[in-house]
């Protein structure tokens, strides 16, 4: 297919299949890129939670990375789990030698049944080092009340958190607002201005792999050319579409259904 663009996704494998590389890799093949990637640890995980963690050795991630750049190429990234600091370590190393520029990174600190995924020092070494080569980071907002000690109870409280976190050095960033109680948006900042993209709620608990699925996403829709508010245009109406049309697998939390395909509305439902 000629002009296809190439998605590296640098995260956790879910053996339940609706988070991690799983989801990314749905993700990227339904919105029309190719996707490759670098697993950083294997989970024994379902829709009731993680169940067990096996971190990939660091000069395995490597291998991976000098295999599918060197070859391929890539002209998107995103970041998932990335569990420990030695794991930051290698991937930031990885991602400065091959010049990847459009990069998103997703702070992926729990999993949906509550499991940590990222230690303390990793947590850091994101701060210190990964988001400054950040296109875009798409932090929850648990996860920006961890980057930025804010608590976030309101838009406001986002757009706070959001200015902190670009002082870290990411060019953009967008605090998701699911976690908000009442009327909810997304959050976009670019250093200059705020964007907001508001949602409705969706009434179910089948919401296993959004983060992911979001920041698989918007790294395809910036390998395709779009611009960062574009982009998050397109994402919002394709997180729309997998949330309300969400599946019922499994007895804990479903995936999100990643093979529907977005109405462009203008809109989003969440």
């Keep these: ?6 998605i590296l996704t640098i995260a956790g494998s879910d053996s339940g299949g609706g988070a991690g590389i799983q989801a990314d890799l749905k993700t990227i093949t339904v919105l029309g890129g190719f996707g490759m990637s670098v697993i950083t640890a294997l989970t024994a995980q379902n829709t009731l939670g993680v169940h067990a963690v096996h971190e990939v050795p660091v000069e395995f991630i490597a291998a991976q990375f000098d295999a599918v750049v060197s070859d391929i190429g890539v002209d998107a990234a995103k970041t998932g789990m990335l569990s420990s600091a030695a794991v930051v370590e290698v991937v930031v190393e990885k991602i400065g030698q091959y010049g990847i520029n459009k990069l998103v990174v997703d702070p992926v600190m729990t999993a949906k049944g509550g499991a940590t995924l990222m230690e303390p020092g990793a947590r850091k070494a994101v701060m210190a080092k990964l988001l400054p080569l950040a296109l875009v980071v798409t932090p929850n907002i648990p996860e920006a009340e961890i980057l930025t000690d804010v608590i976030i109870a309101s838009v406001s409280d986002m757009k706070a958190a959001a200015r902190i976190i670009h002082e870290l050095g990411a060019q953009n960033v967008i605090v998701k607002g699911g976690h908000l109680i009442g009327a909810a948006a997304d959050v976009l900042y670019d250093g200059h201005d705020f964007y907001e993209f508001p949602f409705v709620r969706v009434a179910t608990k089948d919401t296993h792999g959004t983060g992911c699925t979001f920041s698989a996403a918007l790294a395809t829709a910036l390998a395709q050319g779009r611009s960062v508010r574009e982009a998050m245009a397109a994402v919002e109406d394709y997180m ?21 395909c977005p109405a462009p509305s203008g809109g989003t439902e969440r």
């Design 1 to 6: 297919m000629k002009g296809i663009k190439r």
């Design 240 to 260: 729309a579409a997998v949330i309300g049309n969400s599946l019922r697998l499994g007895a804990g939390h479903g995936p999100v259904n990643h093979w529907v």
